[in-house]
């Protein structure tokens, strides 16, 4: 008899780990943001501690919504000095991602370097002066800036 219920102990522990197993499977990283259930690699990741992201509340889509509007409010105003042009491209770069209002900054500041470079005799630094300059302007230009 004991043998028997042994027997029936055993079975339903493998069981139960098929089972255990088969809920849990192993995702495999194909790449750099690319993930799969079937192996493609080596790397397995363990997602049980994955954290999950809490869906955004009505209150946290308002404040960046008010915080937003505050910002371009902020930037429709006059600042102290500023002049009719300085204010005009302000106004235009409030809706930019930040990101790209760092490129425009930076563009700026690259293309009155870009022209000295122009100014200069040797040949190849001339063109490698226009050829800069160009791409300068061709992406001031894709931006909006």
């Known amino acids: 008899m004991s043998l028997k219920r042994n027997a029936w102990a055993l079975a339903a522990l493998l069981g139960a780990g098929v089972v255990t197993q088969a809920g849990a499977q192993a995702v495999y990283k194909c790449g750099p ?5 079937m192996p493609c690699s080596k790397s397995i990741v363990n997602t049980s501690q994955a954290p999950v992201p809490a869906a955004a509340t009505v209150r946290d889509v308002d404040a960046k919504r008010l915080a937003r509007n505050r910002a371009v409010a902020r930037s429709l ?11 005009a491209k302000r106004r235009r770069r409030a809706g930019m991602l930040e990101s790209d209002r760092d490129e425009c900054a930076r563009i700026e500041t690259r293309v009155p370097v870009e022209k000295m470079r122009m100014a200069n005799p040797d040949p190849n630094e001339m063109a490698s002066g ?6 300068s302007r061709k992406r001031f230009s894709e931006l909006h800036c």
């Open 77 to 87: 105003r006059r600042l102290p000095g500023e002049t009719d042009a300085e204010l």
């Open 33 to 37: 943001r690319s993930y799969s259930q």
């Open 130 to 135: 226009q050829a800069g300059l160009a791409q």
